[in-house]
């Protein structure tokens, strides 16, 4: 639930419904703590879970028939998932927008491309670079392989936030203020509104594709004896 309240607090602060990006993130805290059964089966928080629970569902399945099929899983795992995260991760973002926003029915496809691209970044960043990364780390620093792992799994990812959290907000914009902006504008502006989201999305960011990338592999890897 910690995730669809920072989802949700991002939204309502580039939409201007909450004043600040921390009244929202209080707000949602609250209301959690107040309402734990009834936040957990909110749409909101069905929609979150709907997109990374099929997103870990994608990477395991590529990877398990890649690995039956002996083909390096690197990249059909990473366009399974970009696929499968990118089209249920836009219609969570566009459900939330018009959740907790304007209600305007007409979503446009500008908000649809940012949404892809920022999707493209998260899933190559968390997915491909971060193991890529992992021997560098173990030996530069002399970690062992699995506290290298877990160091890059839940860093790297998270750095991925500097770029896909403008790209998120440009994407936003191009709902919330429909006209009168050039593309210039919205990045600008979306660069400018980051820096209090950035530091959210990248702890969220560590956590789902990080940490719950981590448990759901060393999990996997358990059950099968490896």
């Not at 602060?13 to 703590?33: I, Y």
């Not at 997109?51 to 590529?62: D, E, H, P």
């Not at 973002?93 to 908000?111: E, N």
């Not at 429909?178 to 959210?200: D, F, M, N, Y």
Request: aromatic residues 10%; positive net charge; hydrophobic residues 45%.
């Amino acid at each position: 639930m910690g995730v669809t309240v920072i989802d949700r607090s991002v939204t309502q602060f580039a939409n201007g419904t909450m004043p600040s990006l921390r009244v929202a993130l209080v707000e949602g805290t609250k209301n959690v703590l107040r309402k734990p059964l009834s936040c957990f089966a909110g749409a909101d928080n069905r929609a979150v879970f709907a997109v990374y629970g099929s997103t870990y569902i994608a990477k395991n399945f590529s990877e398990i028939t890649c690995k039956e099929k002996e083909w390096d899983p690197k990249w059909p795992m990473f366009f399974c998932t970009s696929i499968v995260n990118g089209a249920i991760g836009m219609w969570k973002d566009k459900y939330l927008a018009q959740l907790f926003g304007t209600q305007v029915a007409a979503f446009p496809t500008a908000s649809y491309v940012a949404f892809g691209c920022r999707d493209a970044v998260l899933i190559g960043v968390s997915f491909v670079v971060a193991p890529a990364v992992v021997p560098v780390v173990e030996e530069k620093t002399g970690l062992s392989h699995v506290a290298a792992d877990v160091v890059t799994q839940i860093s790297v990812p998270a750095c991925a936030q500097l770029l896909a959290t403008p790209i998120h907000l440009t994407g936003l914009s191009f709902y919330n203020t429909p006209e009168g902006l050039t593309l210039a504008q919205r990045v600008a502006e979306a660069i400018k509104a980051s820096r209090g989201p950035i530091l959210v999305r990248m702890f969220r960011q560590g956590y789902v594709f990080g940490f719950g990338s981590l448990c759901v592999k060393y999990l996997t890897r358990a059950l099968n004896d490896e």
